[in-house]
């Protein structure tokens, strides 16, 4: 049985399975202890008005309004201001509070261009939206708000208070902190977790708890980790504290551009945002006294399958997906020609990124405004799935000066080694590894289910990449599905499995 099929409409289930629902924006006549984005988006017009970087009147403007509403709210605020006097930090909490417990940050100053609503006005107006709906009632001995200066300009204000931080505390009697940061690369769409910090088990498990439903996947974190981009969240792992960081990521033609305004801000996101930090913030708190040092722990691979996060230890992915090249047997003959088709592919990716710098020179837009073009979702996926069909054709075409054949063994090695190295982001490529054993031992059946599981996880996958990445990224995403989809050209065609030519009779 061909497995393109079966594996093409697994890629849709998944895909259908992990289409983003985003709440609805709650009224502001929602119950006061429940996050309402309608209310978090009031004060936020005034703030987002304008530009408000570091030092500027609108941004001290801003830090008052922000000092007056978490005042109203119960807190005590107190401005920490940096050695050089440059940098004002706001740091709110119950009177007397000790230090220890979930701090909601963001940060307050914008870059000099754009209005920052979403970057981050976004989480100002999450931060204190969620700190009012938490402290109904009063304000909880653990909840801490941070708003932090001078992110635009190298994360400042976060490495002054934890600097500060450092001298007011011992390096043993340091306390446990949670930190729930808000963010923003885009203005819409779902709410995207991207990173934590601590150990990941407990983290999941408060997760579940607090019934999230932003985008996780163990994929987001690793892609992140290797990335030049930084928020406060890295200054804060740095420092030791535990936590979660959240931000938008769709719509991010606008990022830092003077389109991010209140109007292209989508209460929706706000809500979806919200609600997790609420609702986190709401299960951390109940874990009372503090969460201890960090225990020593693998890696666990989590993702989304139909809106609940499914995880698993590392070594268990990395089992798995070493498991099915036993069956694979390969040859010495596949394994060099292995290496050298993925040396050829991997020079083919750079020079189709090179090729398009030339481009971007002539065309300054050319990276971020494509993707408005190609907005929404179905066109994202339209086009990652012409340049897919484009380079597999290519490659098929090609397939004739292949040093060996097997493209099967070919992509399920590539496949497995990914998911061995790296399984929190090479997971998905496992069940595509068992599909490609199987099939190469005969067990076709088999094979299809391995391809259904494989469609069903790449799906949500290829999903968040396009919302994720710009379109400067294309050529090497296109290197995902070439891994996986390889086993769905049927076996007899490569070259090295071709039946010899029948001597013909006399
Ligand atoms: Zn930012």
Redesign the pocket.
Same mark, same amino acid.
């Given at each position: 049985m061909d497995t393109r099929v079966p594996l093409a409409a697994a890629v849709v289930l998944g895909v259908a399975l992990n289409w983003p629902r985003l709440p609805d924006a709650a009224p502001a006549s929602a119950p006061p202890e429940r996050f309402s984005a309608t209310r978090a988006l009031v004060p936020l017009a005034a703030w987002a008005a304008e530009p408000r970087p570091t030092g500027s009147p609108a941004h001290a403007a801003v830090l008052d309004d922000l000092s007056a509403a978490l005042t109203t709210s119960g807190f005590e605020v107190r401005r920490e201001v940096s050695p050089d006097g440059r940098l004002v930090n706001l740091v709110a909490a119950a009177p007397g509070a000790p230090v220890g417990g979930v701090w909601l940050t963001a940060?307050s100053d914008s870059v000099p261009r754009a209005p920052g609503a979403a970057?981050?006005g976004l989480g100002l107006a999450v931060v204190t939206e969620a700190a009012r709906a938490i402290s109904v009632g009063g304000v909880p001995a653990g909840l801490h708000v941070l708003v932090t200066d001078g !992110?635009?300009l190298g994360l400042l204000g976060a490495k002054a208070h934890v600097a500060a931080d450092r001298a007011s505390s011992g390096e043993g009697e340091r306390a446990s902190r949670l930190v729930l940061n808000v !963010?923003?690369r885009g203005t819409e769409g779902p709410a995207y977790m991207f990173q934590t910090a601590g150990p990941e088990g407990e983290l999941l498990q408060a997760w579940r708890e607090s019934g999230c439903g932003a985008q996780a996947t163990s994929l987001a974190h690793s892609i992140y980790a290797v990335l030049p981009n930084d928020?406060d969240f890295t200054v804060f792992r740095r420092a030791g504290w535990w936590g979660y960081d959240f931000a938008l990521i769709d719509g991010a033609w606008r990022y830092h551009t003077p389109e991010d305004t209140p109007a292209n801000l989508s209460p929706a996101s706000v809500q979806a945002v919200g609600d997790c930090v609420t609702g986190l913030a709401r299960a951390w708190l109940g874990r009372e006294p503090g969460f201890g040092a960090p225990k020593p722990e693998g890696a666990r691979v989590y993702a989304q399958v139909g809106g609940a996060t499914v995880e698993a230890p590392g070594w268990a992915v990395r089992l798995a997906a070493a498991l099915p090249l036993l069956l694979l047997r390969p040859s010495r003959r596949v394994l060099v020609g292995a290496g050298a088709w993925a040396l050829a592919l991997t020079a083919a990716m750079g020079l189709a990124i090179f090729a398009m710098v030339p481009l971007a020179a002539v065309w300054p837009g050319f990276a971020t405004r494509p993707a408005e073009a190609l907005h929404p979702y179905p066109l994202f996926g339209l086009a990652l799935a012409l340049g897919v069909g484009c380079a597999g054709g290519a490659l098929r075409l090609l397939r004739p000066f292949s040093p060996v054949g097997g493209w099967l063994d070919l992509a399920a090695i590539g496949a497995a080694v990914v998911a061995v190295a790296l399984p929190a982001a090479g997971y998905a490529l496992v069940p595509g590894v068992w599909a490609a054993a199987l099939r190469a031992r005969g067990y076709e059946r088999m094979a299809v289910a391995g391809a259904l599981a494989a469609g069903v996880l790449i799906g949500p996958v290829l999903l968040g990449a396009c919302v994720g990445l710009t379109s400067r990224m294309l050529p090497v995403l296109a290197l995902l599905p070439l891994l996986t989809l390889g086993w769905g050209i049927p076996r007899g065609a490569a070259i090295g499995n071709q039946p010899r030519p029948q001597p013909r009779g006399p």
């Open positions: 940060h970057d981050d !992110e635009e !963010e923003a928020t």
